[in-house]
Nanobody, 117 residues
Framework: QVQLVESEGGLVRPGGSLRLSCAAS????????MGWYRQAPGKQRELVAR???????HYADSVKGRFTISRDGAKNLVYLQMNSLRPADTAVYYC???????????WGRGTQVTVSS
């Protein structure tokens, strides 16, 4: 059974940077996709960025040019480098993964990121 464990988030000032990581255990194969979603209070969970086994990356418009997703496929690790953070980026960030295309999302427990002065 695949388990996803995120690194700790934190409190960051506007304009600052933070890197999140997520490690998947329990899979002997490279996961088809890994990515990050976030959920702010009172809002629906939304995709932030996703990267496939072919290293095709997709970003939400709100983070393009500021966030970068990368992965170490051999180790089923995914990273989210977040730069130029804004208060609107404040949310619980969840790591998500698909074992195979269309197999459904697996979720981590989430980590809080707060952007505030």
């Amino acid at each position: 059974q695949v388990q996803l464990v995120e690194s700790e988030g934190g409190l960051v000032r506007p304009g600052g940077s933070l890197r999140l990581s997520c490690a998947a255990s329990g899979s002997r194969e490279m996961l088809y996709s890994m990515g990050w979603y976030r959920q702010a209070p009172g809002k629906q969970r939304e995709l932030v960025a996703r990267i496939t086994i072919a290293i095709n990356a997709h970003y939400a418009d709100s983070v393009k040019g500021r966030f970068t997703i990368s992965r170490d496929g051999a180790k089923n690790l995914v990273y989210l480098q977040m730069n130029s953070l804004r208060p609107a980026d404040t949310a619980v960030y969840y790591c998500a993964a698909e074992e195979r295309l269309g197999s459904g999302l697996l979720w981590g427990r989430g980590t809080q990121v707060t952007v505030s002065s």
